[in-house]
């Protein structure tokens, strides 16, 4: 009697230090998201993006793999703004985990309290593929970014409170880096500001709203709407390497059609950091915005004959 007694205490014992070490586990849409969960929970969670970082995350298809991580997940992350409105409410819907639903202590919408930019007026099927709630890439700007880590702070909070002392430390950390980050770049940038730029996609206007690049024109006629010979021609026709000082687009586009802008228009192509882990040196939340940055200023400064 007394040596089973021993056993179950001693089985007790490991499930209580078990659950002490076990770690929340995470579930994010986007790369972007699972790097700002590691800034902020650090050794404390296992996350996983559901895209992987060379995949537009507009544009995947709800599989029951997602459905099972989601699951078995004690936090659900997405970006917001219609970013993955396709695929995610079906995924959500089809958990059986109702803490991760819009609602539950496991639902965190990285987007709250972001001010988004590009918000139209109106909604037509005329203006291509736009977002009603505004431009979803708002974890390019690392200063934006800091509220969507408090969101995620405050779901981690919520899940797991006895690490709540460590998440604000950590969430204290981040914006103190992305500040100074951010300062030293704008500061780098500040001889070319106003300077313009073609881009493909919508995808880093936030990112050159911070740098104060000017977005000219794009290479899209509309969002999600492949470009014509026509439009490609008048682009070229249009702008010079005076006006326009580079060209950007993301890795999932016909890098074709990005290059021949490029090069009728006597600028470099820049081929940028759409999430992290898309290129080599982004490999987490602030490296993406000092690659990105780092690589459009080299390209401005050759086009603007400087050194």
């Not at 919508?202 to 977005?215: A, I, R, S």
């Not at 470009?227 to 999932?252: C, F, Q, T």
């Not at 470099?268 to 882990?277: A, F, N």
Request: hydrophobic share 40%; aromatic share 6%; net charge negative.
């Amino acid at each position: 009697m007394r040596k089973h007694t021993l056993k179950m205490a001693a089985l007790l014992l490991c499930l209580v230090v078990s659950a002490a070490f076990a770690k929340v586990r995470v579930t994010t849409t986007t790369t972007d998201l699972a790097s700002l969960v590691s800034t902020v929970g650090g050794d404390l969670v296992d996350v996983t993006s559901l895209s992987r970082p060379i995949q537009d995350a507009h544009y995947l298809d709800a599989t029951p793999g997602m459905i099972m991580r989601i699951s078995r997940s004690d936090l659900f992350v997405e970006n917001g703004f219609e970013l993955e409105v396709g695929w995610v409410p079906e995924v959500l819907r089809e958990t059986r985990n109702r803490k991760v639903r819009p609602g539950g202590e496991g639902y965190v919408n990285a987007s709250v309290s972001i001010q988004a930019i590009q918000i139209p007026e109106s909604i037509s099927r005329d203006q291509g593929d736009v977002h009603p709630s505004g431009n979803p890439h708002y974890t390019l700007d690392p200063v934006l970014s800091q509220q969507a880590a408090r969101n995620i702070a405050a779901g981690l909070i919520r899940v797991d409170g006895s690490n709540r002392e460590t998440y604000q430390k950590n969430l204290e950390r981040y914006i103190e880096q992305s500040n100074e980050i951010a300062q030293k770049w704008v500061q780098k940038f500040e001889p070319y500001r106003g300077a313009g730029i073609i881009i493909y996609h919508k995808h880093f206007d936030y990112l050159l709203k911070k740098l104060g690049v000017e977005v000219i024109d794009a290479i899209e006629p509309l969002p999600g709407l492949a470009p014509s010979a026509g439009h490609v021609a008048r682009l070229i026709s249009n702008y010079d390497s005076e006006s326009v000082k580079a060209v950007i687009m993301e890795p999932w586009h016909d890098q074709r059609v990005g290059r021949q802008v490029a090069q009728g228009i006597g600028v470099d192509l820049v081929v940028g950091c759409p999430t992290v882990g898309s290129c080599d040196g982004a490999d987490c939340i602030v490296s993406l915005f000092e690659t990105n940055a780092g690589i459009i200023l080299e390209a401005i400064k050759k086009a603007s004959g400087g050194n």
